[in-house]
């Protein structure tokens, strides 16, 4: 059984960062895809960045240039490294592997002053 448990979310102001892990187990974790997605109240899902099994990165226009994604398959985590974080960031951030289609518990990322 396919387990994703992210973690790092919390209150940062903004500018500030955060770093977002979600450890993977029950999968071949290097075969896959995998892909970052937040939702806010009121808001669709919407997918921030992924990445696939042989490393490329790609990204929503919304956070290209301030958001990295990258893989450990050595600790089966997927990590997003989060910079100069707007209030428009705050969202529940969800990792998913589509192809199993597996999501994660999500964890809380607040903006604000």
């Known amino acids: 059984q396919v387990q994703l448990v992210e973690s790092g979310g919390g209150l940062v102001q903004p500018g500030g960062s955060l770093r977002l892990s979600c450890v993977a187990s029950?999968?071949?974790?290097?075969?896959?895809?995998l892909v970052w997605f937040r939702q806010s109240p009121g808001k669709e899902r919407e997918q921030v960045a992924g990445i696939t099994a042989d490393d490329r990165p790609r990204y929503s226009a919304s956070v290209q240039g301030r958001f990295t994604i990258s893989r450990d398959n050595s600790k089966n985590t997927l990590y997003l490294d989060m910079n100069n974080l707007k209030p428009e960031d705050t969202a529940a951030y969800y990792c998913h592997v589509p192809r199993l289609d597996a999501w994660g518990q999500g964890t809380q990322v607040t903006v604000s002053l």
């Open positions: 029950g999968m071949e974790f290097s075969n896959y895809a």
